[in-house]
């Protein structure tokens, strides 16, 4: 079993004494053993001097589409509905098994390189399975599934499934991935929205959720005009027709849940709905501003999610914090969303609406080693006499600051080199993969 030393940090343990000290961090297989000042180096594999450097959980974000990075400004400056029917889900359509691997990896890649160690993920209709082989390779912790959509109109033929195929096809990469590299890997089922699904399809993925204890993500009360989608079609809202047929429970994760009434709100903090917020995306899009301060106050678990990146257009946890503080105060005032209450969202929290607290999100004794370390040495976060440390990190630092990386006790990034990806042929492939995505299309 290999061990790690990290020395000499400023540690920011997130726990629940948001405890912040000097000192080291050992590590032994996948979990972190000791904590504490002088922690003797013998016995360590490998010492790592972390003077100068803060050491931090890893970001955990709890919306992504790594299917979509391929897509990177291919798709701006619209709206949600039309943003899907006139060039997500055509290009989606037109995916091949290289092309979501690829778009897996560049993806990957990113968020590794700006300090994100866990996502929820949601791919497309196919070729699932070469997501997770990406996942697999890069080494980065994540909850995936395929997206699942039998209904609606203007979909490409691709993307129309039969209902029970969508159900098996998702217990088929449920029984191959669930629980793989040693849990590293698991399954969520992805109906895409009520939108995209009959309520057959959504009382079977209740049902299989229910059968192999795994969690439901979906996207809810993004866009008023989804809303108006819904209330046509099934007569009440997005999370009222969800808990109408027995979905709403905490097991499922709720993306962007903007446009929420005072019902939908109760219902989601009385059966333990979880949301993941993504500012992002919500700005771009123009979608609104979610209403994240009063659900932390009804203590419900939010995460943050950087969403796709056709519309955001990066997976920048960096910049996901600070845009889920600045767009609130520019709503609620400048003493809503600190830094603190943030930076707890993008570990903590995350961890917390993933189900995984007790494993993930904080630097303590018994937990999974999914770390990252921050060079802070630099202009652009100094003066650091007599510094908020919370400050420096949310409204200061950015993800060139992310010097190391470990994820489940391996260190996937070292000085600011991605040990488990190949760059240039990942960037490479990227083109070529696109290119011939965009001939299919």
Same mark, same amino acid.
């Given at each position: /079993?290999?061990?790690?030393?990290?020395?000499?940090?400023?540690? /920011?343990?997130?726990?629940?004494?948001?405890?912040?000290?000097?000192?080291?961090?050992?590590?032994?297989?996948?979990?972190?053993?000791?904590?504490?000042?002088?922690?003797?180096?013998?016995?360590?594999?490998?010492?790592?001097?972390?003077?100068?450097?803060?050491?931090?959980?890893?970001?955990?974000?709890?919306?992504?589409?790594?299917?979509?990075?391929?897509?990177?400004?291919?798709?701006?400056?619209?709206?949600?509905?039309?943003?899907?029917k006139e060039k997500i889900w055509p290009l989606e359509a037109a995916h091949s098994e290289d092309s979501v691997y690829y778009s897996a990896m560049l993806g990957i890649g990113e968020l590794i390189r700006s300090g994100t160690t866990t996502i929820l993920d949601m791919e497309t209709v196919h070729y699932t399975d070469f997501a997770f082989q990406a996942i697999k390779q890069s080494g980065i912790r994540a909850v995936s599934?395929?997206?699942?959509?039998?209904?609606?109109?203007?979909?490409?033929?691709?993307?129309?499934?039969?209902?029970?195929?969508?159900?098996?096809?998702?217990?088929?990469?449920?029984?191959?991935?669930?629980?793989?590299?040693?849990?590293?890997?698991?399954?969520?089922?992805?109906?895409?929205?009520?939108?995209?699904?009959?309520?057959?399809?959504?009382?079977?993925?209740?049902?299989?959720?229910?059968?192999?204890?795994? /969690?439901?993500?979906?996207?809810?009360?993004?866009?008023?005009?989804?809303?108006?989608?819904?209330?046509?079609?099934?007569?009440?809202?997005?999370?009222?027709?969800?808990?109408?047929?027995?979905?709403? @429970?905490?097991?499922?994760?709720?993306?962007?849940?903007?446009?929420?009434?005072?019902?939908? @709100?109760?219902?989601?903090?009385?059966?333990?709905? @979880?949301?993941?917020?993504?500012?992002?995306?919500? /700005?771009?899009?123009?979608?609104?501003?979610?209403?994240?301060?009063?659900?932390?106050?009804?203590?419900?678990?939010?995460?943050?999610?950087?969403?796709?990146?056709?519309?955001?257009?990066?997976?920048?946890?960096?910049?996901?914090?600070?845009?889920?503080?600045?767009?609130?105060?520019v709503k609620h005032g400048p003493t809503v969303m600190n830094a603190r209450t943030v930076l707890r969202m993008a570990t903590m929290g995350g961890a917390k609406v993933l189900g995984l607290e007790s494993k993930i999100g904080s630097i303590e004794i018994g937990k999974?080693?999914?770390?990252?370390?921050?060079?802070?040495?630099?202009?652009?976060?100094?003066?650091?006499?007599?510094?908020?440390?919370?400050?420096?990190?949310?409204?200061?630092?950015?993800?060139?600051?992310?010097?190391?990386?470990?994820?489940?006790?391996?260190?996937?990034?070292?000085?600011?080199?991605?040990?488990?990806?190949?760059?240039?042929?990942?960037?490479?492939?990227?083109?070529?993969?696109?290119?011939?995505?965009?001939?299919?299309?």
């Amino acid at each position: /079993m290999s061990s790690l030393l990290i020395q000499n940090a400023v540690v /920011m343990t997130m726990n629940d004494q948001d405890d912040i000290f000097t000192g080291d961090v050992f590590i032994e297989g996948n979990r972190i053993v000791q904590i504490g000042a002088g922690l003797n180096a013998r016995g360590a594999d490998q010492v790592i001097d972390a003077a100068g450097k803060v050491l931090l959980p890893g970001f955990i974000q709890t919306h992504i589409h790594l299917c979509q990075t391929l897509f990177r400004g291919r798709a701006d400056d619209l709206s949600l509905i039309s943003w899907l029917k006139e060039k997500i889900w055509p290009l989606e359509a037109a995916h091949s098994e290289d092309s979501v691997y690829y778009s897996a990896m560049l993806g990957i890649g990113e968020l590794i390189r700006s300090g994100t160690t866990t996502i929820l993920d949601m791919e497309t209709v196919h070729y699932t399975d070469f997501a997770f082989q990406a996942i697999k390779q890069s080494g980065i912790r994540a909850v995936s599934g395929k997206v699942m959509m039998d209904h609606g109109t203007e979909v490409p033929v691709a993307l129309q499934e039969n209902t029970q195929k969508s159900l098996q096809d998702s217990v088929d990469l449920l029984e191959k991935w669930h629980g793989a590299e040693n849990g590293r890997i698991q399954y969520a089922f992805c109906p895409r929205f009520v939108v995209s699904c009959t309520e057959e399809l959504l009382i079977g993925v209740r049902d299989l959720s229910a059968k192999y204890g795994v /969690m439901v993500h979906t996207h809810a009360s993004e866009n008023t005009g989804e809303i108006a989608i819904v209330e046509a079609e099934r007569g009440m809202r997005n999370v009222v027709y969800l808990d109408h047929i027995g979905l709403a @429970k905490p097991n499922l994760v709720l993306a962007h849940s903007i446009w929420l009434n005072d019902d939908e @709100k109760r219902i989601i903090r009385e059966r333990g709905v @979880k949301v993941t917020h993504c500012p992002g995306s919500n /700005m771009k899009l123009a979608s609104g501003v979610a209403e994240i301060p009063f659900l932390l106050e009804q203590g419900i678990d939010v995460g943050i999610g950087a969403d796709g990146a056709p519309c955001n257009n990066n997976l920048d946890m960096f910049q996901e914090m600070r845009l889920t503080a600045y767009m609130q105060k520019v709503k609620h005032g400048p003493t809503v969303m600190n830094a603190r209450t943030v930076l707890r969202m993008a570990t903590m929290g995350g961890a917390k609406v993933l189900g995984l607290e007790s494993k993930i999100g904080s630097i303590e004794i018994g937990k999974l080693a999914d770390l990252q370390l921050l060079d802070l040495e630099d202009f652009h976060v100094y003066p650091s006499f007599d510094a908020d440390w919370y400050s420096r990190v949310v409204y200061a630092a950015t993800r060139g600051d992310v010097d190391t990386v470990i994820i489940d006790g391996q260190l996937v990034m070292e000085n600011k080199l991605v040990k488990t990806i190949d760059k240039k042929v990942v960037l490479k492939e990227a083109d070529r993969s696109l290119r011939n995505l965009l001939q299919r299309l």
